[in-house]
Every structure is written in structure tokens, then in C-alpha cells.
């Protein structure tokens, strides 16, 4: 009877460490997903207010334009619409998709940056040298 309650202890103490493991990995991925969910709500209610401002400059200029004959008031539509072209990729379009895609290049060329991924000196985390070793980061970090 012993060795069979120790073999159905040991047994369930080995999977504990695993459902453990599980658990803690779905909960990461779905902190990450809400988090990724949070950054392109937020530009999506950024949108709305940098959309708003440049249709109301783009009104006003508009006004000045049909008054003085003046394009000068137009010019500020021109880095508006950069900004609110930017917002609009990252609320509906792929933005977030491409940034992934180049976070991951970064990811697999971590020698090739060479420490630049490295967290900063002073953090609570990991040490620069725990860092090089732990990803065999080779050299300093520059620029």
C-alpha cells in the first residue's frame, strides 16, 4: 500500500508543476492580447480626436481660403494628415502586424544587435552580464 501511495503522490506532485506552468502561460498570452487590444483602442480614440482636429482646420482653412483667396492656410494639413493617416493604420490597418514582424527579426538577430535588447543597467530583473550569458549576447551595447 505504501509504495502505491507513493507512486500516486509522486505522480500527482510532477503534474502540479506543469498545470502550473500551463496556467501561467495562458494567463501571459491573455495579459498580452489585452494589452495589445488596450494599445489599439487607445488609437482608435486618438484617431477620433486627431480626425476631428484636422477636419476643423481643414473647415477653417477652407473659410480663410473663400475670404483672403490665401492658401497659406492649408499647410497645416499636410502634417495632419501624415498623423491622422498614422492613426488610422494602427486602429484599422496593419500596422501592429508590421511591428510584430520587425520585433521578431529584432528577436532572432539578437548577436547581431549586440545587446541592444539588453535591459538597462540598474534593473531589478537581470544584470547586463546574466543577460549576455543567458542569450550569448556578445560585445557592449552601442549607440
Known sequence: IYSFVKMGLT???QAVPEKMVERTRTMQLSVREIQ???AIAQSRDMLLYTGGFAATVAVMATGAFIRSKSKAGFIPL???SFVTA???DFAYGNKMERVR???DILANERSLVRG?????EGNLLVSTQDYSELFNVRGEASD
Open 36 to 38: 495589445m487590444a488596450t
Open 116 to 120: 541592444r535588447l539588453a535591459p538597462p
Open 78 to 80: 499636410l502634417p495632419l
Open 86 to 88: 498614422y492613426q488610422y
Open 101 to 103: 514582424a520587425e520585433a
Open 11 to 13: 505522480a500527482s506532485l
